[in-house]
């Protein structure tokens, strides 16, 4: 009974690691949004400071990539 | 008795597995996409936010236009209105199935958008996850391998 007891918790507790559940490709229409995107809470934002970064650094780049999100390539 | 539970639990974790290439297409999915068995088709899943699929289905509906396959467009939007304004501003020649239960979608379950099947006599003869550049000359080459 012991034994039985300890097979059906090991069991359950490694069903518990299955409760992570995928993002399917097409649920991401949220995460494809451009306010999704890393930076400024607004994707005209983002333009207006990598413009005073590229006007005082004189550099740019290395912020991340544009749209994404369907899951692709 | 032991085993009985451990089945039992390893059963219930199992869930519906990807269609793939060599699978048949389910009658009750062949049918509400109103498909002939004699005719090969495209099954293009697409969405209006997936950039990807925003600039390949203008090739595609160029293919549908130079009748080298059927094509089905399969679109998830979550709101179908979103879906039929896409498909209008890219003037879309080819049937669209929308899938706003992801009915159709989750029996498929690509791995990434915009994905194609290519069935014939309602099975998956090949699959093609992503955009592709020049899609229209990799489906005319793939249809004369398929023919």
Redesign the interface.
């Known amino acids: 009974m012991i034994k039985l007891t300890a097979i059906t918790i090991i069991a359950l507790s490694m069903m518990g690691c299955s409760i992570v559940k995928e993002v399917k490709p097409w649920e991401k229409e949220t995460l494809a949004r451009p306010i999704m995107q890393f930076g400024s809470i607004h994707p005209e934002m983002t333009k207006f400071e990598s413009h005073t970064y590229f006007s005082k650094e004189a550099s740019r780049g290395g912020s991340g990539v544009a749209g994404g999100g369907c899951g692709c390539n | 008795?032991?085993k009985k539970?451990?089945y039992a639990?390893l059963f219930?974790?199992i869930t519906m597995m990807a269609l793939e290439v060599g699978d048949t297409i389910p009658k009750n999915i062949q049918e509400e996409l109103k498909m002939d068995n004699n005719k090969t088709y495209i099954l293009d899943?697409f969405?209006s936010?997936?950039?990807?699929?925003k600039k390949e289905l203008p090739l595609v509906s160029e293919i549908y236009n130079d009748k080298v396959v059927e094509i089905i467009g399969v679109n998830?939007?979550?709101k179908q209105e979103d879906g039929e304004k896409f498909v209008k501003n890219l003037a879309l020649h080819f049937p669209v199935y929308y899938d706003s239960e992801?009915t159709m979608?989750k029996t498929f379950?690509?791995?990434?958008?915009?994905?194609m099947y290519y069935v014939k006599d309602g099975k998956v003869l090949h699959i093609i996850?992503?955009?592709v550049d020049e899609i229209d000359k990799q489906i005319t080459e793939d249809m004369k391998e398929i023919k």
């Open positions: 008795m032991t539970i451990i639990l219930s974790t899943f969405a936010w997936c950039k990807s699929c998830v939007d979550k992801k979608v379950d690509p791995m990434g958008f915009p994905a996850f992503g955009a």
